[in-house]
């Protein structure tokens, strides 16, 4: 299991007594860790102060981008890949699962779903497309498709491993607003690599999930980059934006305003699910208010040095 130091101390023994049973994720069974996808993470260094099981996403015999799954959640906890400047049409989907996941001895390429019936191990191990069907959720990428150039690795985004249920208001409105403005920003002023991890915030309560305690719904999402290489023209609305910047989104239009403010001039199918732009330290501050225990999204705060 990935382990960080902040799981590792009291504070994080507590975690499992603290947080609704449903959406820790102590104990899982391992499978594996990021030794082999380091390179997705600033300076090789994953984030620190979540426990789960920590997959490296692999397509056609190459390691894309790494994801810390929970597997009593049935969907990630976050989701690192190096961006690039996306080219070509969006694939059309053709979802996958992780086979590591159902049988830690299994052959590592994420695997299409099968037109048949499902393995039993698949189902009790992850979400699966039943999950999606018939719900009121779309399937919310992590990692999306567009911040990715070459078609495999675009590809290789659709898999469930890399998807939480995410409300059609959020997901097609300002959050792929989120997405195409941070394609823009990373595409026109990153000159270095630029290191991404988008991941979720639960709700506080263990009520919201798809079917029977299935697929556990997220109440935020949030997303960080870190760019530490990058063209200092900037324009003055992108000052504050860079080396690193993030931000935190609505999936609940009925949620509180205390971490994301309502804009009243939305159009009526988008407004509750806005998008609020903020430092990386504030994202932070977000998490550890909410999760109980101290993240740190990249080393050094995306700071550049050793």
């Known amino acids: 299991m990935y382990k960080s130091a902040a799981a590792m101390s009291p504070l994080g023994a507590l975690l499992p007594l603290v947080l609704v049973a449903a959406w820790c994720s102590v104990g899982e069974a391992d499978v594996g860790d990021f030794a082999p996808c380091l390179q997705v993470f600033y300076k090789s260094w994953p984030p620190k102060g979540l426990t789960g099981s920590p997959v490296c996403q692999r397509y056609h015999n190459e390691y894309r981008f790494a994801t810390l799954y929970s597997r009593p959640r049935r969907s990630p906890w976050f989701s690192a890949y190096l961006y690039s400047a996306p080219a070509g049409k969006r694939p059309t989907p053709s979802w996958m699962f992780e086979p590591q996941l159902a049988n830690p001895g299994a052959e590592g390429n994420m695997i299409p779903f099968p037109s048949g019936p499902l393995d039993q191990n698949v189902v009790e191990s992850q979400a699966v497309e039943p999950d999606y069907i018939n719900s009121t959720y779309t399937r919310g990428h992590l990692n999306p498709s567009l911040h990715h150039q070459m078609h495999q690795d675009r590809a290789a985004t659709f898999t469930l491993t890399n998807v939480v249920p995410q409300k059609a208001g959020s997901n097609d409105g300002p959050w792929e607003d989120l997405e195409n403005n941070v394609n823009k920003s990373l595409a026109t002023f990153c000159l270095g690599e630029a290191h991404v991890v988008t991941g979720v915030i639960p709700y ?68 509750g699910y806005d998008v609020r732009r903020m430092s990386l330290k504030t994202l932070e501050e977000h998490l550890k208010e909410r999760l109980g225990a101290d993240i740190s999204v990249f080393h050094e705060q995306c700071s550049g040095s050793d």
């Open 204 to 271: 506080r309560s263990d009520g919201h999930w798809l079917g029977d305690r299935r697929v556990a719904v997220p109440e935020y999402m949030w997303s960080a980059y870190c760019c530490p290489d990058y063209n200092h023209s900037l324009p003055q609305e992108l000052r504050e934006a860079f080396p690193t910047h993030a931000a935190i989104g609505r999936n609940d239009r009925n949620s509180t305003e205390e971490i994301v403010p309502v804009s009243r001039e939305a159009k009526k199918q988008f407004r």
